[in-house]
């Protein structure tokens, strides 16, 4: 369950994508998401995407959308800035 102050991360790195296995508070900093999600990609903890010690969001983006008829809770996508990575 996902919390009305929290959102699901969902990442796209090197052609994969997962979701982070846990929640984060829906008003992260985009820097802590990031980082968050680069210690994630190096450690291997993102079920889908394997581990990569060399991990580089430099040019990824983060966005944020809010709850909609297909997602009943917050979001936060982490991809790079050109889609389909």
Do not use: C
């Not at 919390?3 to 900093?29: C, F, H, K, M, Y």
């Amino acid at each position: 369950m996902i919390g009305p102050n929290e959102a699901r991360v969902n990442i796209t790195w090197a052609g994969q994508n997962a979701e982070l296995p846990d929640p984060v508070s829906r008003d992260a900093a985009e820097g802590d998401v990031k980082m968050w999600v680069a210690e994630a990609i190096r450690n291997g903890s993102i079920p889908g995407i394997p581990a990569d010690p060399n991990v580089d969001l430099t040019n990824y983006v983060v966005e944020k959308y809010g709850p909609n008829d297909q997602r009943p809770h917050h979001a936060i996508f982490v991809r790079p800035k050109t889609p389909f990575g």
